[in-house]
């Protein structure tokens, strides 16, 4: 990517330059991919990283946890626990292993209703309706949202959210990439599109208390991005998960959460 030495290196630009990151022939990612595909627990490994405060433990005796060392995706925490280190490295993971049609796709949607009804008049993506419908389409899968192939079930919620604001950027033509903050617990899913951000933070329910704070620290990642909305996705494993929904300002920034139920076992698995 050429940028003028005259011209300030904006957003705008980073955006072209991650997309052009992800789909050009590089060679380190090529190479990362060839080795990846031969086993599937790398994905598991880094979405458990980013998906539980617990986290997991760096050691280098395991082979999995050596091998996505020795990549340069992942190293030691000061907690001696696995921090992911190159965002992008884990974005090209997450699309190596997403199925490329997962069969929902044409579920997306309730009648007469597609992605560019999600686009304001200014061109700006109106995303509390489109995650709203994201909410509901979860709902309407029910214990099918077990049958999607390739995909553990425990991360079933946020591989769909992925897919789905992934096709929903390609169609409107952004650039969505991942951040993960401070290398574990927590992935941010960030839009840029029509020269505005839009932050989507997802986690897998582990207590109130862990809930509360991570609305603070998105709050805390939102001023320092210079963004006043942001967006929390809660995926709920729990038998008698609590759905909620809830608009609040922490510290002036609107933050809008998310807790959506995700089923774990077929009917007549559950007792």
């Not at 790398?42 to 091998?67: C, D």
């Not at 884990?90 to 009804?117: A, C, M, S």
């Not at 574990?184 to 704070?213: C, P």
């Amino acid at each position: 990517m050429n940028v003028p030495k005259t011209e300030t290196i904006a957003m705008t630009h980073f955006s072209k330059a991650y997309a052009e990151i992800l789909e050009e022939n590089n060679t380190n990612l090529t190479h990362l991919v060839t080795n990846i595909r031969r086993d599937p627990r790398f994905k598991n490994i880094l979405m458990e990283i980013v998906s539980y405060e617990r986290g997991v433990r760096f050691n280098l005796r395991q082979e999995i946890i050596s091998e996505l060392a020795t990549y340069g995706v992942i190293a030691r925490g000061a907690d001696d626990r696995c921090e992911i280190i190159n965002p992008i490295y884990h974005h090209r993971i997450l699309q190596t292993f997403r199925p490329i049609v997962n069969g929902l796709e044409k579920e997306y949607f309730p009648e007469d209703t597609d992605f560019p009804d999600y686009i304001t008049p200014t061109e700006q993506i109106n995303m509390e309706p489109l995650l709203d419908n994201f909410r509901d389409f979860i709902a309407r899968l029910e214990f099918r949202i077990l049958q999607i192939p390739e995909t553990p079930k425990e991360f079933v919620g946020q591989d769909l959210l992925y897919a789905y604001l992934d096709q929903f950027v390609s169609l409107i033509r952004g650039v969505m990439y991942l951040e993960v903050q401070t290398g574990r617990s927590r992935m941010d899913l960030v839009i840029f599109h029509n020269g505005q951000k839009y932050v989507v933070e997802t986690k897998i329910w582990e207590g109130q208390r862990r809930y509360e704070a991570a609305k603070k620290q998105l709050a805390v990642y939102l001023k320092l991005e210079g963004v006043n909305e942001g967006y929390y996705i809660v995926f709920d494993h729990r038998a008698e998960p609590e759905p909620r929904v809830e608009t609040e300002t922490i510290d002036g920034l609107t933050i809008r959460s998310y807790v959506i139920p995700v089923v774990q076992e077929a009917p007549s698995q559950q007792i």
